[in-house]
């Protein structure tokens, strides 16, 4: 696979036969995953389930992005918020906060020394950078199409691959090794893209996820592969560009042992499995209100979504638990909804509209098939068996 190919990445395990599990995937005696006519994969239930019965945790966190204006007030381990007070525990080296000293020493050991390193190099660079805007998602603007992708990356990787080069200069060489030879050229292309406008939150999530693939074992990165992917996960031309020049700046900043994962390759990949996988994460009480940053937790993103679901979740701390909302019978889809305490009240009509601009599917559930009037078979499905 080339450095810039967007539409595949490596997995180091075959992908699995029809009817195995993917690599990944929550495994229990009380659902399975089979795929649906209209809406991919889908959970289902095998047997009876009572209300209330814990159903999945998911403890599998990959990456994850705290916004930057949240990162004095929430703990950037279990993401405790205490209304808008700071923390007690800064690091002034990488700028996150901590509510115990406990946290603070599981985000080093969780992220390790060439982590916390790159986190780190980042918040030197932004703290010496106003912030600038570029973060602002504008709504209604034309997403970039495949192709549009595909040149922004071929474009960006033939200025990567003469930061790359700078950068070897760096590595110490061994007697005998010739010294690599760094020309006006190179130092231009290092310089160009040192001093190109930054969006903090985008490298956020490009460290976030390197950090975490360099630290993963490889069923972990087959395990993201594994979820449903966004062709074209940018949301505007301005998102794309933001993505490219980030990668470039992060090229010629983050330490030298996460540069081969730096790559137009894995970045889409991260992107793509993102767009329509990673959850919300918001304060707890106040039904959410409050929009910290979000992550992905790939053995939670097998649940589809329904205006009217029949599992409810909670996020605890660092993990996820799903639980029956009531009595669910063998065969029925168990769904959980992506729409937040204040959107799930909206008409019909906002609801679909919301679900498609966020997600970028026409919500087939049982409710708005109802709500439409619509006496056809949606996409919201009884497993029969
Ligand atoms: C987190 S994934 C859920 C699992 C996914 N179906 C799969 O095959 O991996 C979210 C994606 O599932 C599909 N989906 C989920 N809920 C849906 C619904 N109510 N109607 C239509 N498609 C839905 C959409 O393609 C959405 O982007």
């Not at 992708?149 to 010739?178: D, F, M």
């Not at 030879?181 to 939150?201: E, F, G, M, N, Y």
């Not at 996460?258 to 889409?268: D, E, I, K, M």
């Not at 168990?334 to 966020?358: A, F, H, P, V």
Request: charged residues 25%; negative net charge.
């Amino acid at each position: 696979m080339s450095d810039t190919t967007m539409t595949s990445s490596s997995s180091s395990t075959p992908p699995p036969a029809a009817g195995e599990p993917r690599a990944g995937a929550p495994s229990t005696p009380l659902f399975a995953i089979r795929p649906t006519p209209f809406a991919g994969r889908a959970v289902f239930a095998v047997q009876h389930i009572t209300a209330s019965t814990p159903l999945w945790r998911a403890t599998d966190l990959s990456l994850a992005v705290l916004l930057r204006e949240y990162r004095r007030e929430v703990c950037a381990q279990c993401f405790f918020y205490d209304r808008g007070r700071d923390l007690p525990i800064r690091s002034p080296g990488t700028g996150f906060a901590f509510c115990t000293p406990q946290c603070s020493d599981e985000w080093e050991r969780g992220n390790g020394e060439v982590g916390t390193q790159a986190w780190r190099a980042v918040e030197a660079l932004v703290k010496k950078r106003s912030k600038e805007d570029g973060e602002m998602v504008e709504l209604g603007l034309p997403r970039p199409g495949e192709e549009e992708i595909q040149e922004a990356w071929e474009s960006a990787e033939a200025r990567a691959v003469l930061i790359r080069a700078a950068r070897e200069a760096e590595k110490p060489r061994g007697e005998g090794e010739e010294a690599v030879r760094v020309t006006k050229v190179h130092r231009r292309a290092v310089a160009s893209a040192l001093q190109a406008k930054i969006s903090p939150d985008v490298m956020a999530f490009i460290v976030s996820g390197v950090v975490w693939r360099h630290n993963a074992a490889s069923e972990q990165w087959d395990a993201l592969l594994a979820l449903a992917d966004d062709a074209t996960p940018y949301h505007s031309a301005d998102d794309l560009a933001a993505f490219t020049r980030s990668y470039l700046h992060l090229l010629a900043t983050l330490p030298l042992p996460l540069l081969p994962l730096l790559n137009p390759g894995t970045v889409f990949t991260l992107s793509s499995r993102d767009s329509h996988n990673s959850f919300g994460i918001r304060s707890l009480d106040d039904e959410g209100s409050e929009f910290f940053g979000y992550g992905c937790w790939p053995s939670a993103s097998y649940f589809n979504h329904s205006c009217g679901p029949n599992v409810e979740k909670a996020r605890e701390g660092r993990e996820w638990v799903f639980r029956a909302g009531r009595d669910i019978a063998a065969g029925e889809e168990l769904n959980i909804t992506y729409l937040s305490g204040e959107e799930r009240r909206d008409s019909r009509e906002k609801r679909m509209q919301t679900l498609k601009r966020n997600w970028g599917f026409d919500c087939g559930c049982h409710r708005c098939r109802e709500e439409g009037g619509k006496e056809e078979e949606g996409t919201t499905t009884t497993l029969k068996t």
